[in-house]
Nanobody
Framework: QVQLVESGGGLVQAGGSLRLSCAAS????????MAWYRQAPGKQRELVAR??????ANYADSVKGRFTVSMDIANTLYLQMNSLKVEDTAVYYC?????????WGQGTQVTVSS
């Protein structure tokens, strides 16, 4: 089992920045893929950024150039979000995929005001 706990969400004005963190614990494999998803009210959950351990990140077109995903050796996943827009408002979820299962955090709310 893997446990994922997000933090760092909040309320920010358009143009501002936030940094989300996701602490992973449990049976974490060295070959996993971790990602950030988001879900806005009335919309489907969508991929924001994905990073395989030891590999290159990829991003949704809507966040390219503004968001940066990274992962440290302590199995913490980060999402640095700059130049935030109102349309970035959503619940952001941490996700981990590895042999044996797919895991989700509880989500953290990001609200961007105009």
């Amino acid at each position: 089992q893997v446990q994922l706990v997000e933090s760092g969400g909040g309320l920010v004005q358009a143009g501002g920045s936030l940094r989300l963190s996701c602490a992973a614990s449990g049976s974490i494999f060295s070959s996993n893929i971790m990602a950030w998803y988001r879900q806005a009210p009335g919309k489907q959950r969508e991929l924001v950024a994905r990073i395989p351990r030891g590999g290159s990140a990829n991003y949704a077109d809507s966040v390219k150039g503004r968001f940066t995903v990274s992962m440290d050796i302590a199995n913490t996943l980060y999402l640095q979000m700059n130049s935030l827009k109102v349309e970035d408002t959503a619940v952001y979820y941490c996700n981990a995929v590895q042999k044996g299962g797919t895991y989700w955090g509880q989500g953290t709310q990001v609200t961007v005001s105009s």
